[in-house]
């Protein structure tokens, strides 16, 4: 529950970024984004240490923290930057591309290009950055239907409950009840002549 609560709340900042990513973005918008990444994280992070380190005895424990910190503060950190840095690069050079289609060599003269290449700059790092959020937006609904299906350790199949309490016992319930009725006759009868 709590690692798909915190991916809900991951996925709900980068779709409200995804959004509301545009020149005139102000810092009064970025409340709710920051407070749902802010939310996600913490959760993702207790959750996923919880469910790494469970069930560990002290000396496991203290060699899978060891790596489980590398790879948290080192690998994935300079994996995922380079990889989210050249994926960056890459959108914003050919969304420069694109948008030098429509200026007309005879309509914008090199003085007029020279003084809006700040605005051409920072349309093509927020196409760039909306490319990003849509991939990651993407990714992150299979991640999220992998999390709702997956039962992490727990008790499957928890549903049966709310069958017995709206129709009295389930089909399950009845027939592991006859099963162990039949169970204990057989042994009653078998240890009947041994006495």
Not at 61 to 69: D, P, Q, R, S
Not at 103 to 109: A, N, P, Q, R, Y
Not at 175 to 189: A, G, S, V
């Amino acid at each position: 529950m709590y690692i798909f609560s915190g991916f809900a709340g991951m996925m709900g900042y980068a779709i409200i970024m995804y959004f509301s990513m545009v020149l005139e973005f102000s810092y009064d918008n970025w409340y709710l984004p920051m407070f749902l990444k802010g939310y996600g994280m913490c959760s993702l992070f207790i959750s996923v240490w919880f469910y790494t380190l469970d069930k560990l005895e002290m000396d496991e424990m203290l060699a899978a923290i060891g790596l489980v910190l590398v790879w948290r503060t080192f690998l994935a950190v300079g994996i995922f930057s380079t990889l989210y840095s050249w994926f960056q690069y890459r959108f914003q050079v050919t969304a420069i591309g694109d948008l030098a289609v429509y200026m007309d060599g005879m309509t914008v003269s090199p003085q007029n290009v020279a003084a809006n290449m700040k605005a051409i700059q920072l349309n093509a790092v927020i196409i760039a950055t909306k490319k990003i959020f849509g991939y990651i937006i993407l990714a992150g609904f299979g991640v999220l239907f992998y999390v709702a299906t997956h039962h992490f350790g727990a008790k499957r199949f928890q549903y049966f409950r709310f069958v017995r309490v709206l129709g009295g016992k389930s089909v399950i319930a009845r027939r592991r009840l006859r099963e162990r009725k039949k169970l204990l006759e057989e042994i009653k009868d078998a240890a009947g002549p041994a006495v």
